[in-house]
């Protein structure tokens, strides 16, 4: 089993940056890919961002040149800098762990806040 724990959300102002985090925990070496997504009010989770262990990374059209996803093996994390917020950035960010155990097995953090607004 995989435990995501996020961290990072909060309130910002339009303009600003957030940093979110995302520590795994558990059998942490079934992982193959990780992502983020997000989720605003009346609407459906979408895809943020993506990355590999390789380090191959993937960018929903919207954030790109804004958001920056990267990982750090050594510490299990995956992160999601995000610059530039815009309001319609605000949405509860989920962490998403892949793995491949004889099957497609996803995982799923809590979720974060992330609040852009004057």
């Known amino acids: 089993q995989v435990q995501l724990v996020e961290s990072g959300g909060g309130f910002v102002q339009p303009g600003g940056s957030l940093r979110l985090s995302c520590a795994a925990s558990?059998?942490?070496?079934?992982?193959?890919?990780m992502g983020w997504y997000r989720q605003a009010p009346g609407k459906q989770r979408e895809l943020v961002a993506t990355?590999?262990?390789?380090?191959?990374?993937n960018y929903t059209e919207s954030v790109k040149g804004r958001f920056a996803i990267s990982n750090d093996i050594t510490k299990a994390t995956v992160s999601l800098q995000m610059n530039s917020l815009q309001p319609e950035d605000t949405a509860v960010y989920f962490c998403?762990?892949?793995?491949?155990?004889?099957?497609?097995?996803?995982?799923w953090g809590k979720g974060t806040l992330v609040n852009v607004s004057s």
């Open positions: 558990g059998s942490i070496f079934l992982i193959t890919t």
């Open positions: 998403n762990a892949g793995a491949l155990k004889g099957e497609w097995i996803n995982y």
């Open positions: 990355i590999t262990r390789s380090g191959r990374t």
